[in-house]
């Protein structure tokens, strides 16, 4: 048998957050939060799971002029308006 | 995982399933290839195959089928098909659930690989793991093509690839796509894998989730999966709504869902997360043994030139720059091509036909077919020249960043971003444009798109345009710089582009009437396009245009040339050669239509003559002008347009005696063909690029419909309302 997986998240599932979360569509330039909810979708949510973007990973907002700008794992994405409210994250401190 | 897999099909049936692959002979292996968009999946199968490619469509649905064939390391014939990228089996769009189709050998053409290649991004691994280990669960032998290595080496990203195929436990093989480094050893490893044990699920689920899946895994057995797939179906379906069509397919289905995310939840997870969660989970522990960064200082090549193609104000202004040289390029560069086309077939037509003697073969080979030929073949720059650009454009990475831009603006009439280049190269010419249609994924905007890309007023309405504003607009300044002329012009082609954002805004809101779909795009690193890969692109769409729209174009050259040569006429032979042909072409089956549908165009303010040209322009637009050359008998009007505007000056009605052609009629037949699809050309690549067979031709007569109804609707207005203002009639 193949060895068991950590997996670090479900023990987050039933810890309340204790510090504030927002929407990612809130988050301002140059910030950077961590995935604790998706809301949209089951097609879209699918999307994004598949693109890495999923509940416990770190985002950076590159840019909100347009639609946002993020990077996840190493890769650059737009997420319209419609996407990122639905999104929840917990800010952290702002990118060095 | 010691246990071997039962194969999933008997080597017999897997035997009857094999078709023709190389040259005719029967394939030895079949091969499907998959992986992320980015990952250089394309440019992977154009270096196994080169030009060796089929394009078609798969079965009732406007996703493209691309099949080519290549020779194994013995010369063995393989058969590789091009699955569309894709994110995930999880179907969130037609092109996923096409390529979930085909790997478990359920689609309509029952083309069941025997390896799956799948292509992976070396600098993405943990994101394209996703993808593989989904398709490693499907009970097929797998292969992973590491590609973009180089980029990855240069990057700082090391990858222990021996450690990665302990963990993945299937061959890996680097590559470098479009270098074609990495080819041959990939080709041995998919003979090698063929002959292994198909792979399996690489990670054990936490005990709880195991049994609160068990009745959903039986329920997918049940189906007829087997019990691999069942598992990787089992975990998939969990994130899928409870609405989804695939869910009420299969018998009890929904049912054993519900009941597996209620057990799912009393064990503490959260059903719609879980396979994402478990997934990365075990691609954390994969990539965290294999892969080593070196820490990256300094901002990439490619983030500084975001900061310009992104940036407030340069971003903008250097899409401009790239949309006008696209424009240019398709517009003005492809004109000494399409000029040397025309002159070679017109130089080869003449020279075969002094060989024969004068009579109604001579003149079908060289008006008929030569010419029908001819029109075809002078697509051919314009086509290359757009699709050369869109290639480079795509995959440098810089097309992503322009639909970023122009999303929003494109939003409003419910389109997308992508659909700007289609459009804007349909000033140049519908016909590629609507082609470039392909890189929009979601099908119902893509429909919208080529719906109105013919709007855009092409440049073969020019000659038309050029013909009746000579004529009839008095060329007066109206401001220096600026001629009467000059903005009637400019007004029909703003006419064209503002009436095809509307419509597409109401085939958005009614028949294509689709959630707008909220952007999810990647921005992917820029890269420089490899020239081979690029090139058996361009060459293979103007394969494709040749033999699928090329065979409808010259059929319907020759029905038409048919119409304008019988019944034959007597002539009056002493009557110069160019009043003979008026002649000939009144009594023909094309005259008598004329006549026929002049009733219709009375209330336009046309008589037979320009009812004539309207049909036979029905073939192209240019045509329009040829024929009434030949109508008043003054020859080939192409050349010589003065000669034909003059005429036109001085017809009158032969009831009235008031003149034929004023400047209101004038501009009505302008607006007429603003808005009227008289182009089979356009017809013929909208029939295939809307899905081929019914699907195809009834969204061109859709198509088709609409802008005569528009046409007709827009020149009455014109012509009666201008009368009615009191502008002479």
Not at chain 1, 18 to 27: D, K, P
Not at chain 2, 51 to 77: I, K, M, S
Not at chain 2, 403 to 428: C, E
Request: glycine share 8%; proline share 6%; with cysteine.
């Amino acid at each position: 048998m193949p060895p068991a997986l950590a997996l670090p998240t479900l023990q987050q599932n039933d810890a309340q957050p204790t510090r504030t979360t927002c929407a990612l569509a809130a988050c301002r330039a140059g910030s950077r939060a961590t995935v604790v909810d998706i809301e949209c979708s089951a097609d879209e949510a699918c999307r994004l799971r598949a693109l890495g973007l999923c509940e416990g990973t770190s985002v950076n907002v590159i840019d909100t002029r347009h639609a946002m700008l993020l990077e996840v794992r190493g890769t650059r994405l737009a997420l319209g308006s419609a996407i990122t409210a639905g999104i929840t994250v917990q800010p952290q401190s702002a990118q060095a | 995982m010691t246990s071997l897999q039962p194969p999933t099909s008997t080597d017999s049936q897997r035997a009857a399933q094999r078709r023709g692959g190389a040259g005719g002979e029967r394939a030895s292996l079949r091969v499907a290839i998959i992986g992320n968009p980015n990952t250089g999946k394309t440019t992977l199968f154009n270096a196994l195959t080169g030009l060796r490619q089929r394009v078609g469509n798969f079965a009732g649905v406007t996703v493209e089928r691309v099949e080519g064939n290549f020779r194994g390391p013995d010369g063995q014939p393989v058969a590789v098909l091009d699955l569309p990228g894709s994110y995930s089996l999880s179907a969130g769009s037609p092109d996923e659930q096409i390529a979930l189709e085909v790997l478990l050998g359920r689609d309509k053409d029952r083309w069941r690989p025997d390896v799956v290649l799948v292509v992976i991004n070396a600098m993405h691994l943990d994101r394209n793991l996703f993808l593989a280990s989904q398709v490693m669960e499907l009970g097929v032998p797998v292969v992973v093509a590491l590609n973009q290595f180089d980029v990855a080496e240069a990057e700082g990203v090391a990858i222990d690839v021996p450690e990665l195929i302990h963990e993945l436990g299937v061959p890996v093989v680097p590559t470098v796509a479009k270098r074609g480094e990495g080819i041959e050893p990939l080709k041995r490893a998919l003979f090698i894998a063929a002959t292994l044990p198909a792979p399996t699920r690489r990670f054990a689920l936490p005990a709880a989730a195991d049994t609160a899946l068990a009745s959903l895994r039986d329920c997918l057995t049940a189906d007829g999966l087997s019990p691999i797939a069942a598992d990787m179906e089992s975990l998939r379906v969990l994130g899928m709504s409870r609405t989804d069509a695939h869910l009420a397919q299969v018998p009890g289905l929904a049912d054993a869902v519900i009941e597996a995310s209620d057990a799912l939840r009393i064990a503490g997870f959260v059903p719609a997360r879980f396979e994402s969660e478990v997934r990365y989970a075990w691609i954390s522990e994969v990539v965290g043994k294999t892969v080593t960064t070196r820490v990256n200082t300094g901002r990439s090549l490619s983030d500084r030139i975001d900061a310009i193609a992104l940036h407030r104000f340069y971003g903008p202004a250097l899409f401009l720059l790239v949309m006008v040289l696209v424009f240019q390029a398709v517009f003005s560069w492809a004109t000494p091509m399409m000029d040397g086309i025309e002159w070679l077939i017109g130089t080869a037509g003449k020279a075969i036909g002094s060989q024969m003697p004068a009579g109604d073969l001579r003149s079908l080979i060289v008006d008929g077919v030569f010419a029908g030929v001819g029109s075809v073949l002078v697509f051919l720059p314009q086509i290359a020249i757009l699709f050369t650009a869109i290639g480079v454009l795509e995959h440098s990475g810089y097309m992503a960043r322009a639909a970023y831009l122009m999303d929003r603006v494109m939003r409003k009439v419910g389109l997308h971003g992508k659909s700007f280049i289609p459009m804007l190269s349909g000033y140049a010419c519908a016909v590629p444009g609507i082609m470039a249609t392909r890189t929009i994924e979601d099908p119902k905007d893509r429909l919208a798109t080529i719906m109105v890309v013919p709007l855009m007023s092409c440049s073969a309405r020019l000659p038309v345009y050029t013909l009746l504003i000579g004529a009839f607009v008095p060329p007066i300044a109206l401001v220096p710089g600026v001629t009467l002329q000059g903005a009637t012009m400019l007004f029909m082609y703003l006419l064209g582009t503002a009436v095809a954002l509307g419509i597409a805004a109401i085939f958005k809101r009614t028949l294509l009437k689709g959630p707008v779909r909220p952007m999810i795009l990647e921005l992917p690193p820029f890269r420089w396009p490899s020239p081979r890969s690029l090139a058996v692109s361009v060459v293979q769409r103007c394969q494709l245009f040749v033999r699928r729209a090329g065979t409808v174009i010259l059929s319907l050259s020759i029905v038409l040339w048919a119409m304008a040569t019988y019944p034959k006429a007597t002539v009056d032979a002493t009557l110069p050669v160019a009043a003979q042909q008026e002649q000939q072409l009144e009594h023909s089956v094309l005259g008598h239509v004329g006549k026929a549908i002049e009733p219709l165009v009375r209330p336009l303010g046309y008589d037979w003559k320009i009812g004539v040209s309207i049909a036979a322009s029905f073939a192209a637009r240019e045509v329009f002008v040829s024929t009434m050359g030949t109508i008043y008998g003054v020859g080939d009007a192409s050349t010589d347009d003065e000669a034909l505007q003059a005429r036109l000056k001085r017809e009158r009605n032969a009831v009235t005696g008031k003149p034929a052609y004023t400047p209101l009629i004038a501009i009505g037949l302008m607006v007429f063909y603003v808005f009227a699809l008289m182009c089979m050309s356009t017809i013929a690549v909208t029939v295939r690029e809307a899905g081929g067979g019914r699907l195809g031709w009834s969204w061109a007569a859709l198509q088709f419909g609409y802008m005569l109804v528009l046409a007709y609707g827009a020149a009455w207005i014109v012509y009666a309302g201008g009368k009615a203002l009191g502008f002479a009639g």
